[in-house]
């Protein structure tokens, strides 16, 4: 064993943590003859663990990481335990002493948890019904990591006859994802306290046919006063296309080109009970726009900014542009085409990130139909893709 260990000692250097250590019987000529015993060590210098030798009397305890120091060649000193009354020397052909067996399965199950981390976890080491769950979920455009941690969560908190059942583990993780997609619930617009809330986004992603819908919606179902606002005088096409719909709800609509007639417009529209305002779509990428668009909002006072995002955006695109609008002041998202991704698992770590509640979904083109309010369940079963973006 000394020799070994010695060997252990010259090979890893003293810092090597020893794992295990057996006494292994060789045979010789067709297993009839007992060959000489050999020592098996099982050490690294890379792993974290206490080592199984005990500390040389005199040196300091184990290092903060952990691992121990190999005894110096000479006789290993005595556990702590012990001390004062030494074993006796091992008898050749001794089995390991009390209590070594149970060490030895603590660390195999230390070894394993050890290797489960290193190799990166779930996807090798999951029991088969886990494991399609976690296809399930990367085929739901989860990104690999966050399926992972799903998985992992649903593996320590769930009872084994749960992960058995693929509905139940799903269902699981349906509510850990419910719990943390965060929901604004709709836009209060109480009679005769003006509300003025503003949407903003990236170009193209439905502000404007966004803005219609909740026009239609609270003027024609809930019959409040609503009115709207315009910034977005770039594209001609964006005025006549707000005014159109303006005609049809029949609503007041103002044109504002710059920040300082912001007050004046939102001034005429006193006595309403919401005004809704479209600004023009913005690349995230444009610092000066993006600036601009803010001094528009302070000016109108707006008491909520929802952002716009397209559900068809990829995962980076979405936490990138979340991001960069932030400091217009947003208070919450809307996301729109539902209809048109083919997954939404891309929301998540926008989700994450942004931390915004969502207080609208759209799924459609059609004016006032296709919206709706966010709802943390519902979201949580759409990113699964256990349920429709139509409701039934
Ligand atoms: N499929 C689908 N299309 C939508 C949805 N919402 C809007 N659209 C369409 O997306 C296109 C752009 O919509 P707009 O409302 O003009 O988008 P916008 O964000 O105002 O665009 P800009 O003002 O140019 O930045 C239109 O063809 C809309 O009909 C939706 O939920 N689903
Ligand atoms: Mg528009």
């Known amino acids: 064993m000394h020799e070994a260990l010695s ?8 810092d090597a943590a020893v794992l295990h250590t057996r006494e292994v019987q060789s045979r010789r000529f067709f297993g009839l003859l007992r060959g000489r015993p050999r ?34 060649p000479g006789p290993p000193a005595a556990p702590d335990a ?32 050890l290797c489960r981390q290193n190799r990166g976890g779930a996807a090798r080491e999951m029991p088969d019904g886990l494991f399609r769950l976690f296809t399930d979920l990367i085929e739901a455009d989860i990104n690999e990591e966050i399926a992972r941690q799903l998985i992992e969560r649903i593996r320590c908190e769930a009872p084994n006859d749960e992960l058995a059942d693929p509905l139940m583990a799903k269902a699981r993780i349906a509510r850990i994802l419910e719990a943390e997609i965060p929901v604004g619930g709709p836009i209060h617009a109480t009679p005769g306290r003006r509300r003025l809330v503003a949407l903003v986004g990236p170009t193209g992603v439905g502000k404007t046919t966004t803005i219609a819908k909740l026009a239609a919606n609270f003027r024609l179902r809930q019959r409040r006063n609503v009115g709207l606002i315009t910034v977005d005088t770039y594209r001609i096409a964006a005025v006549e ?18 920040p300082r007639e912001m007050r004046s417009a939102a001034r005429r529209l006193e006595g309403l009970d919401l005004i809704l305002m479209d600004t023009a779509g913005r690349s995230p990428r444009d610092e000066i ?22 559900s068809v955006a990829g995962e980076r695109a979405l936490v990138h542009t979340a991001a960069r609008f932030a400091s217009v002041g947003t208070t ?43 709802e943390s369940a519902r979201l949580a079963r759409l990113v699964l893709g256990t349920e429709s973006v139509y409701r039934k």
């Open 7 to 14: 060997l252990v000692r010259r090979d890893l250097g003293p």
């Open 39 to 72: 020592i098996e060590v099982t050490a690294s210098a890379g792993v974290n663990v206490p080592s199984r030798l005990p500390e040389p009397a005199g040196r300091p305890a184990a290092a903060a990481r952990g691992a121990a120091r190999i005894a110096p």
């Open 82 to 113: 012990l001390r004062g009354s030494p074993p006796p020397p091992p008898r050749a052909g001794d089995r390991s002493p009390s209590g070594v067996e149970d060490q030895l399965s603590d660390l195999r199950i230390m070894l394993q948890e």
């Open 241 to 258: 296309q707000l005014r159109t719909y303006a005609d049809i709800i029949d609503l007041p609509m103002e044109v504002v080109s710059s």
């Open 289 to 310: 726009k993006i600036q601009e668009l803010r001094s528009f909002l302070s000016e109108a006072e707006a008491d909520e900014v929802h952002l716009v995002l397209s």
């Open 332 to 374: 919450g998202m809307i996301l729109t085409k539902l209809d048109e991704a083919t997954s939404l698992g891309n929301l998540l770590p926008l989700v994450r990130s942004s931390r915004l509640p969502i207080s609208y979904l759209t799924n459609g083109q059609s004016v006032p139909d296709d919206i709706e309010t966010a």
